[in-house]
């Protein structure tokens, strides 16, 4: 079974597989590339994104590419400047009201994204899928104002109690960004979309619900007209899984911290995507088997594609990939 029908609902034989963030930091391939390049000229050369796109694909089996790229890539079209030392950090961060209002959004947004979407897509067989993606609005919202990522993200949470106001309007400035964004990349090529919101734990259901949902929302619905399948990922957000049901989206990614038949009990209808710990990827051969197995298992009642329950980590070994992958497209569903 195709991983674009999978998502779409439709169970197969066997769950598809992809990694998130299976083009990049584990792979020799890539690092001898980020010996020469710095990571702003990977991600805004077109032809280095499609190859570290195409790198894991190579290697193994995989069902789905995902575009190298970064969630933060978008924001410049709002005029915000970040730098990379490795990790994103904002030169400005976002502390007023003022400071949301001065954003403006000017086009074209990352076009080199779109060109490197085309490169992959003309790259890639048929049979595979090509994935898109973007940041949520929260998540991007937590690091524009923190300035970087952080444990608590004290400066955010207290940017939204004191001023909530302004930060609807920068949630709302960040959803049309989103918005335009990922309708660019379906029409270079992107035949999914996922949406990651990587700081969905730090909230509760209520705050949520205000903050999240209504945003979302709007994200997917104007999404639902290019016919690109979306996907919804939110880590830690085992609390928040009856406000997610509400999200018009065909998958829902779900992390290791929660179960599969559990969360297909609060998202009916919806196919899952998950959800191993990425540091099964360290066990035996045997314990990585199991756990797939497991998971696999556990997915049975509803389509299902697996996935890690969050991005590969960097020291990952490479055999315990192609094990994992082995094992995955070995399971027989029915």
């Known amino acids: 079974m195709s991983f674009l029908q999978t998502v779409r609902g439709v169970s197969g034989d066997r769950a598809p597989i992809w990694i998130m963030r299976q083009a990049g930091r584990y792979l020799p391939e890539y690092l001898a590339i980020k010996e020469r390049s710095s990571f702003l000229e990977m991600t805004r050369t077109p032809e280095i994104a499609a190859e570290i796109t ?6 193994f089996p995989l069902d789905a590419a995902i575009i190298f790229s970064d969630i933060m890539t978008p924001l410049e079209a709002l005029g915000v400047e970040i730098q990379f030392n490795p990790g994103p950090s904002i030169v400005h961060p976002l502390r007023s009201r003022e400071a949301v209002e001065r954003l403006t959004l000017r086009e ?9 979407l085309r490169i992959v897509r003309a790259e890639l067989a048929p049979e595979i899928a090509l994935i898109g993606f973007g940041g949520a609005p929260l998540t991007l919202a937590a690091y524009l104002v923190e300035g ?3 444990k608590e993200y004290e ?3 207290q940017f939204l109690r004191a001023q909530p106001a302004a930060m609807h309007e920068l949630l709302d400035r960040l959803t049309e960004l989103t918005i335009r964004y990922l309708r660019m990349q379906v029409e270079a ?3 999914a979309i996922q949406l990651f919101d990587s700081w969905a734990g730090l909230h509760d259901e209520r705050t949520y619900r205000e903050f999240g ?3 979302y929302k709007r994200i997917m619905d104007a999404l639902a007209e290019t016919g690109a399948a979306r ?3 939110a880590l830690g957000a085992s609390h928040l899984l009856d406000a997610i049901a509400e999200i018009p989206c065909e998958a829902v990614g779900v992390d290791w911290r929660t179960g599969l038949a559990g969360a297909r009990a609060k998202l009916p209808g919806r196919t899952l995507q998950g959800n191993m710990d990425p540091a099964f990827l360290y066990a035996d051969r045997a314990t990585i088997a199991a756990e797939a197995r497991r998971i696999l298992s556990d997915g049975l009642g509803g389509a299902h594609v697996f996935n890690l329950g969050h991005g590969i980590w960097p020291t990952t070994p490479i055999d315990a990939v192609a094990h994992l992958i082995e094992t995955v497209h070995a399971f027989k569903r029915a």
């Open 54 to 59: 195409l790198q894991p694909l190579r290697r």
């Open 108 to 116: 074209p947004i990352a076009p080199y994204v779109g060109d490197a």
């Open 148 to 150: 970087s990522g952080s």
């Open 155 to 157: 400066h955010f949470r």
């Open 189 to 191: 090529g992107a035949q």
């Open 213 to 215: 949902l209504p945003y």
């Open 231 to 233: 996907i919804f990922f």
